[in-house]
């Protein structure tokens, strides 16, 4: 647990209150048309070994009207090509290639492979797993963890092992009950399902419904590379890990996916209001975050959230009210179980719930993916 050793030795600041642009990972509908395929060969000019996404830039002598000049290969992240056993120095320039994908929505030279192949020998590259990823266990769960006072733990079971919880088994908020199918991105399989998402305020729908319709194209957390506050941190790809300070009484949740960012749990007993030193008067990404231990349970309570990001994957609206009650509970070594109602009348007609399960993925070190302009 390199990461959280490091924030607990340094930590001295309360970068909430400035946090850093992190994730950059984008729908893959929003810029690449799925419903159609294309194939060019070329040669490459460039390998941009860089986040969020690797490309490739080959220059196309194909004679077909618009095939020609220099054209932009996107590739998966630096993480899942590093696991496939690749690195920055798996292409170089002059190297003949066929690269077969999705075509961009707006015309531009790009393309996204799903299949890339060395023209000479036809050998076959870049083919790793892609969207969330399970875990591999050699035994079966054992029972959780717990701290000498029988807490339960929610980080390693040792001290010198390392773990994050990922794999979330649903990747959309949506009020418990409901049985939509969404992608890994929040995104309606359909659209005519979207009032069933969550007890709306009309504005809030039709919101919704317009960020839907518009493939996710305007999530501020790709465009701008702002944060995934609220329940959205615990539906991403690479999850989170939990640093507990027991002796300052405070949790850092480190989050994947971002430029090594987290939020504060503070377990002290402090009133739920901004802080005189801190965070009196701003609100915040993450917000103001108090919990208390409920037998088995940390009961977390959460204001104070600005308006500029998308709390749940899917583009779902919400308003400076936004208060969250979540529950974490370690059912056991490898599961977590949380539990968040959502209080928000500005944007919603009533409170509601939702919940699901991550995995723990041991003697694992948390992915790092910083964000990264290197979009053609």
Sequence with gaps: MKYGVSILATLGILVMLTVAPILGHQELKAK??????????????KFDWSNPQVHVFINVTDPAPNRGSNWAVELESIVELQKGGFSKDSLKPGDA????????RDGSRQVWSTA???TNGGKKMFDVPTGIQQPKYTAAAGPTPRWPDNQPKLGPAKEGETGYWAAPTQTSLMQAGVNVKTDEWGLLDNIGDAEKVAPFQPWARDLYIYRQKNFLKDDPTYLYCLPPGGPRQFMMRYGVQFAEDRDHKRIFVLIGSVNRNYRIIYTDGREQKGQPRGDADNPLYYGRAVGKWDGDSLVVDTKGFLERFWFSNGGLPH???????????RV?????????????????????TSTWNLKWFPNEELPINFCQDNRP
């Design 332 to 352: 056991d070594a490898y599961t977590l179980k949380y539990e968040v109602t959502v209080d928000d009348p500005g944007a919603y007609t009533k409170q509601w």
């Design 32 to 45: 690449f048309d799925t419903t159609k395929t294309m194939t060019i060969k070329g040669i490459v000019t």
């Design 116 to 118: 890339f192949t060395m």
């Design 319 to 329: 308003t400076a009210q936004l208060h969250l009650i979540e529950k974490y509970t």
């Design 97 to 104: 290639v066929t690269v077969a994908g999705n075509p961009a």
